[in-house]
């Protein structure tokens, strides 16, 4: 059953399946692209008010430290949270079709991450606003915090889009999970303002690393290897597990539709 | 030439429920150990022991009552679900004509649509692109392709989801239930394809409501009933028997 099918075919599948999320996303429009970098940027408003001239947090740059957190976190919270539906949005392909489904996942995910690069530009716009530029250390950080992120929201977006099938409301459980989780990894907030003894438990949320390394890269313009590594280990794991839970319900999918 | 293409041997299906679950986690937790016995006991038995076989090159006809079981058989074949208890043996390269529009994104333009299902049906881009001009010709709705699928009236959707595969180079070829929706004309356009498939040694499976299409098409037919076999055997007599005593 299980057949071999050619790496031209599984390249076309990707970049197809990853057009279709672009379009349908921007609508073939500029404009398309315009508003989705709309939704994060209010949100970077509202915690400016609330965090920095309401609360007055000692953190500079409060609007840049924001959005270096927050356009890397989304790339990770909207991929797992539209997986959930993904493959129950495509019932009828499954039903019918023999292509490898979790190649549905990986063309959300790339559309994700394609949206992700095409908003770093606003990123090095803040950053020229606060006098600074990009460094070197982009060249080589990026890539590689990239592949660790497209690792870990794979594992986690497989294993959601997979078990959802069997338990619906998995949906609504990874809402408050992301949500959650986003308050446990430091985007809004740095290391060095939270008590010590909360450290620890900040470190055991595998995005509390990958967070740190991309603002070590857009604040600091360094690379910090260790976050890198430790992120990376994280993808690695994350990502075989989630593959796992495919894997094992992959046969099933067809009959829980 | 008379080799099967297609081999049941006893296959019986059932489909494991999954109520309790799909009601909720929260009962599921609760109720974990009933909940898992539950999951254990509580399946469908959707096609019991069914054995037959289809030559390559021939069609077959599946006709028989709404959840008789007839769509199950198609994905046994295409091999997108496991039989419980039997064996299926498929030869050949598989392509199965998928529901009215399933495969379409209602944003994307018909074009957009063409290639995005191709490559979902196991071509590759450079393949569906060659075969581009010959689609759009086939659909007839050179007219409005470049507009997005939304647009286009059920009609429309069928005549380019049957283009695409009618473009396509199967060697099972799996119809569901679907050609009864475009016009007459369209109609005769399909079933004319669908005989040059056969001229060209294509093995079909069909399922249809439409006894019309049945006898032109398939060589043999199963009635399938009660998720059992009610009769096999030559198209003319099995389409007879279940249009005069259903
Ligand atoms: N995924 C599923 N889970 C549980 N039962 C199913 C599933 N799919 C189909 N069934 C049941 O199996 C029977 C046969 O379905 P199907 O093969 O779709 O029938 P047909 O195509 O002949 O109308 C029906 O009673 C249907 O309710
Ligand atoms: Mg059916």
């Not at chain 1, 490898?100 to 908003?119: A, D, N, R, T, W």
Request: proline share 4%; charged share 20%; glycine share 8%.
């Amino acid at each position: 059953m299980i057949k071999k099918i050619p790496v031209e075919h599984i390249k076309d599948l990707l970049f197809e399946l990853t057009k279709k999320e672009l379009k349908v996303r921007y609508k073939n429009s500029y404009l398309g692209y315009l508003w989705s970098l709309l939704n994060p940027l209010a949100l970077s408003l509202v915690f400016y008010l609330a965090f920095k001239v309401i609360m007055k947090v000692a953190i500079e740059n409060y609007t840049l430290f924001i959005i270096a957190g927050l356009f890397p976190w989304q790339l990770f919270s909207n991929s797992v949270n539209a997986s959930a539906t993904c493959f129950i949005g495509n019932a009828s392909l499954i039903k019918k079709t023999t292509f490898p489904k979790e190649m549905l996942v990986y063309g959300l995910i790339s559309s994700e991450l394609i949206h992700f690069l095409l908003s770093i530009p606003v990123i090095v716009f803040f950053l020229i606003i606060y006098g600074k530029y990009p460094t070197p250390a982009w060249l080589l950080g990026l890539p590689l915090i990239i592949t660790a992120q497209f690792l870990m929201a794979a594992g986690f977006s497989l294993a959601v889009a997979s078990a959802n099938l069997f338990f619906r409301d998995l949906e609504r459980l990874v809402g408050i999970f992301t949500t959650l989780l986003f308050y446990l990894t430091p985007i809004i907030y740095s290391m060095d303002i939270i008590p010590k003894e909360y450290h620890r438990l900040i470190m055991m949320n595998p995005l509390s690393p990958l967070i740190l390394t991309y603002k070590g890269i857009f604040l600091e313009g360094v690379f910090d290897f260790r976050y890198f590594i430790y992120t990376f280990v994280w993808g690695v794991i994350v990502f075989f597990t989630g593959r796992a839970v495919y894997g094992k319900l992959n046969g099933q999918l067809a009959e829980a539709l | 030439m008379s080799e099967a293409a297609i081999r049941f041997e006893g296959v019986s299906k059932y489909y494991p429920l999954y109520h309790h679950m799909v009601r909720g986690f929260k009962s599921f937790l609760f109720n974990m150990p009933s909940a898992i016995r539950e999951m254990r006991n509580s399946r469908f038995l959707a096609l019991e022991g069914l054995s037959f076989e289809v030559k390559a090159g021939q069609s077959m006809g599946i006709i028989g009552k709404n959840g008789a079981g007839k769509s199950t058989i198609l994905a046994l074949i295409a091999g997108v679900m496991r039989p419980t208890r039997g064996r299926v043996e498929v030869a050949g390269r598989i392509t199965s004509l998928l529901e009215l529009g399933s495969g379409f994104h209602p944003d994307l333009t018909g074009k957009e649509n063409i290639i995005l299902n191709g490559v979902l049906l196991g071509l590759t881009r450079r393949e569906v692109i060659k075969r581009m001009d010959g689609i759009i010709d086939f659909s007839g709705i050179e007219e409005s392709i470049d507009q997005p699928v939304r647009t286009y009236s059920t009609g429309m959707q069928a005549r380019l989801g049957f283009s695409i595969v009618a473009h396509m180079d199967p060697e099972i070829l799996l119809i569901d239930e679907i050609l009864s929706v475009g016009d007459i004309e369209f109609q005769g356009k399909c079933h004319r394809r669908i005989l040059e498939f056969k001229e060209k040694g294509v093995t079909m499976v069909f399922v249809s409501h439409s006894m019309g299409s049945v006898r032109m098409v398939c060589d043999s037919a199963m009635w399938l009933d009660e998720r059992t076999i009610r009769m096999i055997g030559e198209a003319e007599e099995v389409v007879s028997a279940y249009a005069g005593g259903a």
